[in-house]
């Protein structure tokens, strides 16, 4: 499948990476949901993975570097000039052609608080939109079900397809 790296692509990663680090905030805020929260944030965080990893694949990366973010390595993924993702270097299996030097970017580095209200799209319309280009984010879960309070509940996104 063809994919068009346009802005509602880009809004799309974006809101889905945010909402990720939005899951992990909840995740340490609330201990009766800690194992849903993490467990979505996990499994957003390996969506934007293998969207990555499918347009390094199809070649429609601007570009990639190395980065090093205190003490530990990043590969950035460029999809235009000024729009990156970072994915930890060790949770990528394959061998990726990188000969390039590692950047060390720690002193510009920060972590922010990140509001829902921020972001350009909604959680379920940026999952429906990334659907239509790859798989449900649903075939990607790190886990299918996690236990909230002595009850099971499913993880993924019940109005996707899986």
């Given at each position: 499948m063809s994919i068009c790296i346009n802005k509602q692509f880009i809004?799309?990663?974006y809101t889905i990476n945010k909402l990720a680090k939005i899951y992990e905030q909840q995740s340490t805020k609330n201990v009766y949901l800690?194992?849903?929260t993490s467990a979505r944030k996990?499994?957003?965080?390996?969506?934007?993975?293998?969207?990555?990893l499918e347009l390094y694949n199809q070649d429609k990366?601007?570009?990639?570097?190395?980065?090093r973010i205190k003490n530990n390595l990043f590969i950035c993924f460029y999809l235009t000039?000024?729009?990156?993702?970072h994915i930890p270097k060790k949770q990528i299996k394959k061998e990726l052609d990188i000969n390039k030097s590692i950047i060390d970017?720690?002193?510009s580095y920060s972590k922010t608080i990140i509001n829902e209200n921020n972001l350009p799209m909604s959680e379920k319309r940026a999952l429906v939109f990334l659907q239509k280009k790859f798989e449900s984010i649903n075939n990607y879960l790190v886990t299918d079900f996690v236990t909230v309070n002595f009850k099971k509940k499913y993880i993924g996104w019940e109005y996707l397809e899986n």
């Open positions: 809004d799309a990663l800690s194992n849903f996990d499994s957003l965080y390996n969506y934007k993975k293998i969207i990555l990366l601007y570009d990639y570097e190395i980065h000039k000024n729009y990156n993702f970017i720690s002193h």
